[in-house]
């Protein structure tokens, strides 16, 4: 696996490499068999002129490679958000601020990445394209996961440094749990959604996957627009939770060991480690019958679109998309009350802790062959993997979408020792925890030193 952004940069700055020869590196691997399917559309020869460009070596990205998930305005392009129905719309005339900001800082994009249709998936299937195979098992095609499919594998193959995402209700920190990299989701209001087509615009996060820790820190810096406050404590000066409703249930074997092994070492390494009820999750369930947010707002900006090209969707999503419909509005007014108030529950329980542990996601990534359509040969075939389908993405989606209710922040780092498929450790809190997180990120990841399963 490549260095990470922060030791290439500096390597580049000491002279002992070139942003040409990291750039051609960076396109080769875009280019290989096990990368090739993680990008919509490429731009190679952009990429190239931005790493040239004396302005880009001089920023903090040195003129190193980014992705771009398709969901996202960049000058000239399209945003089809992985679907067929926006194909011909016309080009975006402008960069969106997130795109503008690493461009700004020195990125140079390869390309737009595949994704989940209308980002509305945690598995990062999609029957319009072919799907990316997970890089950390090279033996059996699994599931990058979702949404933000295309964007972790170019990360976890080292095509990309930085993998331009959203997240909605786990869409960066799945698939950078399933591929065994790095997931930062910030408190959504500190980054642009600007010229990002919306899925959910009470949820909706924009934020990135990387390799590292450092990587997410200078990442969320650039699309941010602000400084994280560094500090230099230790693991042992901080009071860690583990929240036992719902959030470890289920875990797979490989899931449940390396959260286990996680907790013990940062309770051996000094944090104290408290375990906390958390009940208010089960209130999830009962707070979003009518609906939630994703389906009522993704049915607003969808309506119209549904009417005129609706046969064009993916089933599934449209599936979930018009499950807006039946909202009424005193339904949706009602769920933004309740959420306040759950949020002000929560923030309650979360009082005396600095951060909460969790596992991403309780499973490792399951093989395409078991959710991805049959493409209507059979007809019975096509009802099972669909209900595995759902059955999964609620599964993935479980742990990650509480935060996003929240309006908090969290990142997955790996926790997985070698020889394992990756799983994710997931830290996390409410709003504006931002820089607190990232630092014990930092000392969780030294902590565990446990390498990822990159190619």
Known sequence: MRQDLVATREMLLSGQRSADYEMEISLGIAQSVECQKAFLRTCFDEARKQAASPAARTGPLAGLAVSVKDLFDVAGQTTAAGSRVLADAPPAAQDCPAVARLKAAGGALLGRTHMSEFAFSGVGTNPHFPVPANPADPATARIPGGSSSGAA????????????????????????????????????????????????????????????????????????????????????????AVARTDMLDGMDATVASAFERSVKALRDAGATIVEIPLAQIRDLGSL??????????????????????????????????????????????ELIRARREWIIAVQAALRDVDAVLSPTVPIVAPAISRLAPALGLDPAQDAARDEEFFRVNALLLRNTSVVNMLDGCAISIPCHQAGELPAGLMIWHGAMHDDTLLNIALRAQEVLAAPSRGP
């Open 153 to 240: 594998v170019s990360v976890a193959t080292g095509a990309a440094f930085i993998g331009l995402g959203s997240d909605t209700g786990g869409s960066i920190r799945i698939p950078a749990a399933l591929c065994g990299i790095v997931g930062f989701k910030n408190t959504a209001r500190l980054t642009p959604l600007e010229g990002v087509l919306p899925l959910s615009t009470t949820l909706d996060t924009v934020c990135a996957m990387t390799r590292s820790v450092r990587d997410a820190i200078l990442a969320h810096e650039i699309l941010s627009a602000r400084t994280v406050s560094r500090s230099q404590l230790p693991i042992a000066r901080y009071r860690l």
């Open 288 to 333: 979003q019958a009518s609906g939630g947010f994703a389906a009522a707002e993704s049915y607003a900006w969808h309506r119209g679109l549904l009417e005129r090209r609706g046969d064009g969707y993916d089933p599934r999503v449209r599936f979930r998309i018009e499950r807006g419909a039946a909202m009424k509005a005193y339904e949706y007014i």
